[in-house]
């Protein structure tokens, strides 16, 4: 979390000069008031798995 852009900046030439050799590091870089506009949507969960004591009779 940086105060300013300019700190920012320097957080990521921090990043960049201390990168590992091998792997992803990723950088997002949003305002406090882009956070604050963030939205979730989520649904609601379905799940195929029985959880009751109903048993199922194959003949």
Known sequence: MAQNSTMADAIVENIRKNKPA????????????????????VGTKKSEILDTDERVVII
């Open 22 to 41: 091998d792997g992803l590091v990723q950088v997002l870089k949003i305002t406090e008031k882009q956070f604050g506009k963030m939205e979730f949507i």
